[in-house]
């Protein structure tokens, strides 16, 4: 297998999972594992050495059409917020108060002073608490992010934190000028062919950064692409190789109060790391963008899962029928088998 794969153009080149390595049955098994656990999977699509090798919608998901990405939207700011490093607009060094002199609170605490973009896109800004609530009811998030309590020092305890993502969109709004969405149009959105993305904002405006963005699940696919690929894309580059290498890179310790076995792996910029070398981004109800730079996979998914504890037994199967049955070795299956499988695919 290729280790640099510059495949997908605009239009998904679509082959069979045997010239990959996977078997028709795997596959199958795989699909037939979803039904059975009533796993509410949307949509699904399977890329290996960048040509989609699986593709499967849920009546009434259609390809093309915008899915909510939820939390998964923080992998795009974590990439907005690596482009504007490349341009050298930000430093992952930058203290976060230095960018909003008109938002702080009359006492400013050590802790609060020290955040920087690193923490931030790490999710170790140093917050005990889950602060989403009281800075979300309030107007000006930004005022109300840096009025919260740092109970930590900045960089020693994760908190997986919704508003240190949109804190990021916020910065990069200041020093460009621009919106997070105007911003990455023509450095990512339309390079990858996602050509109208839409992103909910704060009560003022900014965009949420966190959530709230809404493209199809193909763009997912070509993200994840882009990530395998070490930041480019269709021999364009997008974001600089040394990001994307910290980005997918353990920052932080997640493991505390964690049992979900690709949650506790470790935490890069806006990206869990996984067990065997893979990574991802996600979102609530089962949204995905899934990395194995080890067998040139990407898989992007969007469900409407119960729990997250319904996208961990989806990774499970993942790891189960994907991952562990890839052998560059196998030999085409017996027509029935791909019968079969192309029943649950387009």
Known sequence: MTNDVEGLISVMEMDRPENHGLSSKSLLAFFTQIKQLNLKLNSFILMQNGKATSKFYRDPYRSGTPQLLFSLSKSFTSIAIGIACDEGLLDLR?????????????????????ITIHDLLSMNAGHRDN???????????????????????PGTYYRYSTHSTY??????????????????????????GIS??????????????????SIPTEGIAKFGQMLLNKGRFNGQRIVSEKYISLATSMQSDTSRDEERID????????????RDGCYMGNGGYGQLCFVSPKHQVVIAATSSFSSMKQLQTMLDLVYEHILMQIDTDILFEDGEQKTDLDQHLL
């Open 94 to 114: 930058d203290k976060v108060i230095s960018f909003f002199p008109d938002k702080l609170p009359p006492a400013l605490s050590d802790n609060l002073a020290e």
């Open 131 to 153: 602060i989403y609530g009281s800075v979300a009811e309030q107007t000006d998030w930004v005022k109300a992010y840096l009025a919260m309590e740092v109970e930590h020092k």
């Open 167 to 192: 804190m990021l969109s916020a910065i990069l709004e200041r020093v460009t000028g621009q919106k997070l969405t105007e911003y990455l149009m023509p450095r990512l959105f339309m390079p990858l």
């Open 196 to 213: 109208s993305p839409s992103w909910e904002t704060c009560p003022l405006g900014v965009v949420a950064g966190g959530m709230g963005l």
């Open 263 to 274: 949650f506790s792996q470790g935490y890069g910029y806006q990206f869990f790391l996984c």
